[in-house]
């Protein structure tokens, strides 16, 4: 069944809507000429830059995904949305030799995995059976492979590549599209302290997220980095876990 997508005649609602990939997806959606983005994060003082830059076509949603009645409320407002696009998270770091693990396992699985569960839930029956019906999840490539140094986080996003499988299981039959979005490293905030390799820059993957979208594709890896990680997990998933584990 394919599943593309029309952006233009799409409403989105972005989680983490205010900086690095979110707020690189939102301003492409707009770009790209969607009717309308609700732009979800925590504090709405963070989304000022965009309200002045797109007006109306803007909606701001205080939004945070750890919160229940926060994620109800905003799928209340958003209720004429056709687009989930999951993408707030956070990347704390801790591997099992730091004191910290347990506490890094806790952080990031609460709002990378928990997180995308509340409010994929609360979004859903807005979403399901309306035209341009999307759900995309921001996973990592690290979802694929674990890296040593935030071995918590890649726990949490190997979590969120399962529950996207199983998202998509579970609406095989419907005219949701449900796409995974794979990342490697981007130059953001979050991605601070990889040295050594060219980081793309997030309007990049934005441009390849959106046209991605468009043609319907399930997985996304939208960066010169995920690309080559999708060439070889799909060969030699073993070579992947090799070449992560130098990264301590």
Not at 96 to 102: A, D, G, T
Not at 148 to 166: D, E, F, L, R, W
Not at 215 to 230: C, L, R, Y
Request: charged share 25%; net charge neutral.
């Amino acid at each position: 069944m394919s599943k593309k997508i029309s952006i233009k005649d799409s409403i989105a609602l972005v989680s983490g809507a205010n900086r690095g990939i979110g707020k690189a997806i939102t301003e492409e959606l707009l770009n790209k000429g969607i009717k309308k983005v609700y732009a979800g994060a925590r504090k709405l003082e963070s989304l000022t830059e965009l309200k002045e830059k797109y007006g109306d076509r803007l909606e701001l949603v205080q939004l945070d995904v750890t919160n229940q009645a926060s994620v109800d409320n905003a799928a209340k407002l958003a209720s004429d949305a056709t687009m989930l696009i999951n993408n707030a998270g956070v990347l704390a770091h801790g591997g099992y030799k730091s004191e910290n693990m347990l506490d890094s396992i806790n952080q990031n699985m609460e709002v990378n995995v928990l997180g995308v569960a509340r409010l994929t839930q609360a979004v859903l029956p807005n979403i399901e059976n309306k035209p341009n019906a999307t759900i995309a999840t921001v996973s990592s490539v690290v979802g694929l492979g674990s890296m040593p140094m935030m071995n918590g986080y890649c726990t949490s996003k190997a979590a969120v590549h399962s529950m996207i499988q199983g998202l998509r299981g579970e609406l095989q039959d419907s005219n949701v599209l449900v796409s995974g979005i794979y990342p490697g490293p981007i130059k953001t905030d979050m991605a601070k302290g990889f040295e050594g390799i060219e980081l793309d820059k997030p309007e990049n993957l934005a441009k390849n997220v959106v046209i991605a979208l468009e043609q319907g594709e399930e997985d996304v890896f939208p960066d010169v980095m995920s690309a080559q990680i999708k060439q070889a997990y799909g060969t030699t998933p073993k070579e992947v876990e090799k070449m992560f584990s130098a990264w301590k």
